[in-house]
């Protein structure tokens, strides 16, 4: 079955531009979602179709993908930002594999 | 507003079935594609199950195939999630989610509040 990949982890300062990888085989050939989950909330979805923003997402959150990698950019952190980041690529129709997921710390 | 209610979880023992509803409000039901994901604890998300508005495409994840079966009642507005064979490493928050897409799926916008599902073994 298919699989994506990310950091456990990632660190910015705060104002800073934070990216977070997201690598699987093929990855440019599959649409990619990015979401922002933070304790005891339900997740967001931040990106559609590997770089769409839903309405209501801030232009500071972008992505783009290039070979076997997406990429999420947070561009001027913020501590509200601290959060677990999932990218997720759609594997068949109805099948959206998850990456295990991502940290992001602000300090 | 657009919203999902999941019922259904709780606690069951190793080998028995259980079965998860979703309510949906605000929004045209029958014209998206509907997903459940749960998410264990300490562990991240993990896609399981997804189902077309016509419930003529439907997928399930390796770790649940041939155990759990994703079905929908468009006239009710209802998502379910038929659980049978629990294993306690089925134990997980369970999220019913709306995608933006109608055949397949595109990106999980909106999510309900989860539903606890707890196996012991």
């Known amino acids: 079955s298919y699989e994506v990949t990310q950091p456990l982890s990632v660190s910015v300062s705060p104002g800073q531009t934070a990216n977070i990888a997201c690598s699987g085989e093929?990855?440019?050939?599959?649409?990619t979602s990015w979401y922002q989950h933070k304790p005891g909330q339900s997740p967001l979805l931040l990106i559609y179709?590997?770089?769409q923003r839903p309405s209501g997402i801030p232009e500071r959150f972008s992505a783009s993908t290039s070979g076997n990698t997406a990429t999420l950019t947070i561009s001027g952190t913020q501590a509200m930002d601290e959060a677990d980041y999932y990218c997720?690529?759609?594997?068949?129709?109805?099948?959206?594999?998850f990456g295990g997921g991502t940290e992001l710390t602000v300090l | 507003e657009e919203q999902l209610v999941e019922s259904g979880g709780g606690l069951v023992q190793s080998g028995r079935s259980l079965r998860l509803s979703c309510a949906a409000a605000?929004?045209?039901?029958?014209?998206?594609?509907m997903h459940w994901v749960r998410q264990a604890p300490g562990k991240g998300l993990e896609w399981i199950s997804g189902?077309?508005?016509?419930?003529?495409?439907?997928g399930h994840a390796d770790a649940v195939k041939g155990r759990f079966t994703i079905s929908r009642d468009n006239a009710k507005n209802s998502l379910y999630l038929q659980m049978n064979s629990l294993r306690p490493e089925d134990t997980a928050m369970y999220y019913c989610?709306?995608?933006?897409?109608?055949?397949?799926?595109?990106?999980?916008?909106?999510w309900g509040q989860g539903t606890t599902v707890s196996v012991s073994s």
């Open positions: 179709h590997d770089t």
């Open positions: 989610v709306k995608d933006l897409g109608t055949q397949q799926g595109i990106g999980m916008d909106v």
């Open positions: 093929e990855l440019s050939d599959k649409y």
């Open positions: 605000g929004f045209n039901f029958d014209t998206y594609v």
């Open positions: 189902i077309s508005w016509n419930s003529l495409v439907i």
């Open positions: 997720q690529a759609w594997d068949t129709s109805t099948a959206g594999v």
